[in-house]
């Protein structure tokens, strides 16, 4: 008995060794600091300029909108890009630019290297509507485009109108000090990215891939700069998505024969298509603490505070643990897996007819390293009653999970580089998008894809997003508008 106890104190010394030594001898993720960006920006102007871009109610409508909304729309397009035009006349004047589709801006600003691949910045001009009965709870009017409180107030200050001014007024600085690119750089701004993009950046996508462009990398919105989000890592933590989710809504249906409500039978279409929903809920598909997540677990490990640091850089001896913990949490479950949210529940007409037909819509955003083929596998297997009917939902087609970016890549590396000039005091992690962007539709001809949008944002800020009260910073949005334009500038080194 004590040469086996002898033997688990020599293992268990082992590892304690093994996880100390890794902890201070694994380097960090971390790039070496660049000297401050010299990039100036007028702060107060750039808040002028953003704020001025809000009033134009670009709303995307689910469903197209009625003819009146569409109609309306249409205008505020109009007025938008005559204001950007006015706003910017040195980027219409010096850049060659088109307009695709309806209402989607081109911007191509030729470098002086044809040997050199393209980059290309992306965002969108349309914003989501305000949620009917909200509007009293806005502290300033959600279209007025404020300036109050050292803050930028109104829909699109945080999606995405803040990417597509913030990059035009990058571009505009950097005209007005005569700088020429080495390397080519696209501004592609879409008009439909908050219903999928279709009419949009899928139509620039294919653009450039019939002229022959093939695009070294592309930034377009995402992940932000964190404070007080990541436990263990004071300092603010810049998530840069490098992998997104996939797209999937399932419809579970069931088809009984109806009848009155006095004779029920003993099973019901409802109770049926119940338990198929709670048995998609309670048996979730497989985490996968190895991949994004193990990623960015690795990128804050240098800046993770003890005990955290030895956790994140022994990932071979605690990921259990760290999956039991991210499993936890709505928000950090969906960074581990593939999630299934049941949104919508249909049955019945009359509160004393038995419905003949019960339906429900799964909504599955699906993590890199499943498909659509395995989730819907997946439902079927744990619903296991060949009663209950799968299909996709029309009108929105699913999208599989992108290919993952490296974080190893250059371009990734320019990005964090690019960060130290700006945000000196920000952590870089690669992460998993869980949201949807309109990256996909350049996949076809890029390998680099990062989704980040470099401002500042606590917890609270995340609510704002598409809810009430958006803003954003005067100082926080020059900050973004000088990492545009030094990231710019150091494309072309």
Same mark, same amino acid.
Request: hydrophobic share 45%.
């Given at each position: 008995?004590?040469?086996?106890?002898?033997?688990i104190g020599l293992v268990l010394l082992v590892l304690a060794?093994?996880?100390i030594a890794r902890t201070f001898l694994v380097p960090s993720k971390q790039v070496a600091a660049?000297? %401050?960006? $010299?990039?100036?920006?007028? #702060?107060?102007?750039?808040?002028?300029?953003? !704020?001025?871009?809000? %009033?134009?109610?670009?709303?995307?409508?689910?469903?197209?909108?009625?003819?009146e909304q569409k109609t309306a729309t249409?205008? $505020?397009?109009?007025?938008?890009?005559?204001?950007?035009?006015?706003?910017?006349?040195?980027?219409?004047?010096?850049?060659?630019?088109?307009?695709?589709?309806?209402?989607n801006l081109l911007f191509t600003w030729q470098g002086s290297n044809s040997a050199l691949k393209p980059m290309l910045l992306m965002g969108h001009q349309d914003v989501v509507p305000i949620e009917s009965g909200t509007e009293q709870k806005w502290i300033h009017p959600p279209f007025s485009g404020a300036? $109050?409180?050292?803050?930028?107030?109104?829909?699109g200050t945080m999606d995405d109108k803040v990417t597509v001014v913030g990059v035009l007024e990058a571009a505009d600085a950097l005209l007005a000090e005569n700088f020429q690119p080495k390397r080519t750089v696209y501004l592609a701004f879409g008009q439909d990215e908050e219903i999928g993009g279709l009419q949009g950046a899928a139509l620039m996508g294919q653009l450039l891939k019939a002229r022959g462009v093939e695009i070294e990398f592309l930034q377009d919105e995402g992940g932000l700069i964190t404070k007080g989000?990541? #436990?263990?890592?004071? %300092?603010?933590?810049?998530?840069?998505?490098? !992998?997104?989710?996939?797209?999937?809504?399932?419809?579970? !249906?069931?088809d009984m024969e109806g009848g009155h409500s006095s004779m029920p039978p003993k099973e019901s279409s409802i109770g049926i298509l119940s338990e198929a929903v709670h048995r998609v809920e309670t048996n979730p598909m497989a985490p996968h603490v190895h991949g994004p997540v193990g990623q960015f677990l690795d990128y804050a490990a240098g800046s993770a505070s003890f005990p955290l640091n030895s956790v994140f850089k022994n990932m071979w001896l605690f990921a259990p643990i760290v999956q039991?913990?991210?499993?936890?949490?709505p928000d950090t479950n969906a960074l581990l897996r593939?999630?299934? $949210?049941?949104?919508?529940?249909?049955a019945g007409a009359k509160d004393n007819i038995m419905p003949s037909r019960a339906e429900a819509v799964v909504n599955f955003r699906i993590l890199p390293g499943d498909t659509i083929a395995s989730v819907t596998e997946h439902v079927r297997e744990v619903v296991h009653d060949p009663r209950i009917k799968l299909e996709p939902i029309s009108g929105e087609p699913p999208s599989e999970p992108s290919k993952q970016s490296s974080p190893e890549s250059p371009n990734f590396k320019r990005l964090q580089r690019t960060l130290t000039q700006v945000y000196p005091e920000a952590v870089s992690v690669p992460f998993v998008y869980i949201a949807a962007s309109d990256t996909k539709h350049y996949a076809p001809i890029t390998r680099d894809v990062y989704r980040f949008l470099p401002i500042l944002a606590e917890t609270a800020d995340l609510e704002r997003i598409h809810g009430t009260n958006e803003r954003i910073g005067v100082e926080n949005f020059a900050r973004a508008v000088q990492y545009y334009a030094q990231l710019i500038r150091n494309a072309s080194e």
């Open positions: 008995m004590k040469r086996v106890l002898k033997l060794i093994v996880v660049l000297q %401050p960006s $010299a990039v100036r920006i007028d #702060p107060q102007k750039a808040a002028r300029d953003l !704020s001025g871009a809000i %009033p134009f109610q670009t709303i995307s409508w689910e469903e197209g909108g009625t003819s249409q205008q $505020a397009f109009v007025g938008f890009h005559t204001y950007l035009e006015k706003t910017f006349p040195q980027v219409y004047k010096k850049l060659p630019h088109e307009t695709v589709g309806a209402n300036i $109050a409180e050292d803050m930028i107030w109104g829909r989000m990541v #436990p263990g890592v004071s %300092p603010p933590v810049a998530v840069i998505g490098t !992998s997104e989710k996939g797209y999937l809504s399932l419809v579970l !249906s069931v039991r913990v991210l499993a936890s949490s593939t999630t299934a $949210a049941p949104t919508i529940f249909r």
